[in-house]
């Protein structure tokens, strides 16, 4: 993988991981799901998360089958792109000499959303292989794989220079990490005041241990999602301070009410989404909070 040289970074070509993260990368490395390869293509944004915001329901009124499916799609993407926007407007103010991290960067579109909105050079993370390549077509395609760069890596442990970045961020890929080990290289990577955003699913400790639908959510990725609590607490021992706190459960909602329409991208797990955000034992929730 090329690494920019004004990254600051040291030479780690193959990330180290224990055994869950090895099947975590092979998971991805394999990972042909429609729901995220079908969406990307139509502007070659590949996001790998859900989406937030009102749906045009009238999509489901098409007759056309195959111009429904394109119209179900569109709309699916436009929510998923509006999610990583919205990730994006709480980076801060950046400029285009700024560099931001995007941890767990899957397919690249995060990355790129941030640099088109504030043309600050952006190091992308994933511990699959297969992803960074992809990513970094992605990039050299459109032209901006000399500030947009994409790495195969392990988020805990970057290489990447301390103090290095304005502002960093996890889109839902927190849940495959523990959180002081993660918190504690978002800490050491960003210059002091810089801004840190998380976006994820956590299950409501309020209610006690983790549901059945969040338990059966954890099968499906293989994933350990961290009780609403324990952000706080990790963040804080990391001196990282929240600034803004937003529950986005009634906004992905609509989300998933399309998803489990669209027959040519459903995966399963739908119904247990809406069932765990609807009886509140998991939540979707931002979390922006400065390093200290």
């Not at 890596?153 to 495959?176: C, I, K, P, Q, V």
């Not at 960003?190 to 801004?195: H, K, P, V, Y």
Request: include cysteine; hydrophobic fraction near 35%.
């Amino acid at each position: 993988m090329t690494i920019a040289p004004d990254a600051g970074t040291k030479a780690a070509p193959v990330p180290t991981q224990s055994t869950y993260q090895t099947r975590v990368a092979d998971y991805w490395n394999a990972e042909e799901n429609p729901v995220n390869l079908e969406l990307g293509r139509i502007d070659d944004l590949y996001h790998h998360h859900y989406g937030v915001g009102d749906v045009d329901w009238s999509v489901l009124d098409e007759t056309d089958p195959e111009l429904r499916r394109e119209r179900i799609t569109t709309e699916l993407h436009r929510l998923e792109h509006a999610q990583a926007e919205l990730l994006t407007t709480h980076l801060g103010p950046l400029s285009p000499t700024d560099r931001v991290f995007d941890a767990g960067c899957g397919r690249g579109g995060g990355s790129v959303v941030a640099h088109l909105r504030h043309g600050c050079h952006a190091d992308g993370v994933t511990i699959s292989a297969k992803q960074a390549e992809f990513a970094s077509d992605q990039a050299r395609r459109r032209g901006i794989d000399g500030q947009v760069r994409y790495h195969h890596r392990n988020m805990l442990d970057t290489g990447f220079a301390s103090g290095a970045y304005a502002a960093s961020w996890n889109n839902e890929s927190t849940m495959y990490v523990e959180l002081d080990l993660l918190f504690a290289e978002h800490s050491r990577l960003l210059r002091r005041g810089g801004r840190y955003v998380v976006i994820t699913g956590c299950y409501n400790d309020t209610y006690g241990r983790a549901s059945r639908e969040v338990s059966l959510i954890n099968a499906h990725y293989i994933c350990d999602i961290h009780p609403r609590s324990e952000y706080f607490r990790a963040l804080a021992r990391h001196r990282l301070v929240p600034v803004h706190v937003q529950d986005l459960t009634s906004d992905t909602i609509p989300y998933w009410e399309l998803r489990r329409q669209a027959d040519h991208l459903v995966t399963g797990i739908e119904e247990t989404f809406l069932t765990a955000y609807k009886n509140g034992s998991f939540q979707y929730l931002l979390i922006a909070a400065d390093r200290i």
